[in-house]
């Protein structure tokens, strides 16, 4: 039994929060930024909840499948090679079965939610399903995980508000660029060995101005979620955002192409950055409340 959840932990990465959570924080954005406008605290943190239950079982199923499609891949990688799908230690067909009950789950959380978020749910299948197939195809993979992983801005604004608007749609370009920055510094743990067999990212693309890249992507997504900031709130609690900002940039400053354990540092640094773009949105949607 042991041997069972030990090997169910190692494939949803459990053991490692950090992916849930880099999932989890723009939906709190989101919801934080659509409860400006709507103002109902009860459902507010019910939503919160719901949304942080369903980025740990998506992001648990996303990851089970992730690594079925790239058995052969892991298998090549150092830092991989020892995940369970990889070493052999975890049959597929109850991988599969884990996913089922993984998605099974997910989609009873989707159903809480009004019609139009249900819908938006379902959609974003397609991000999450086709994603690992992206680094075969494409240099940008990591922009399709960020399509992937922040679509949660815009199924929180409709769980709360039942319509679009401009507002999560800029909030979720900026959120884009954002993973895009730091799924990058990610990929570089893994970047020479993805090169000699044939694997693509952002990381190996932009070898040559790493720099460059990671501060354009950091500096537009700051552009526009400073854009959305202001279109609702000016006042000393940019303070906030601000601090979100600098986390970005200091992760340029700590991360090394060829340490991968600098890249991590950098990379799970933005658990932190994460928390401070939520408690930005956050604490203008309770000042809101009480004007």
Known sequence: MSFHIKNFINVTRLNKPIGYLLLFWPCACGLSLANYFAQDLITFFYYLFLFFSGSVLMRSAGCIVNDIIDEKIDKKISRTSLRPIAS???????????VLVLCSLAFFVLIQFNFLTILLGIFSMIFAFTYPFMKRITYWPQLFLGFTFNWGIIMAWTSMNNSISYLPFILYFGAIFWTLGYDTIYGLQDASE??????KSTAIKFKKNLNLFIISCYLISSVLITYVFLNIEKSFFIIFLFLFMLSLFYQIKIYSPKKPDRCLKAFKFNNFSGFLLFISFFIISIKNLWN
């Open 88 to 98: 052999g230690s975890l049959n597929k067909k109850l991988a599969w079965f884990y």
């Open 194 to 199: 993805d090169e000699i067999i044939g694997v």
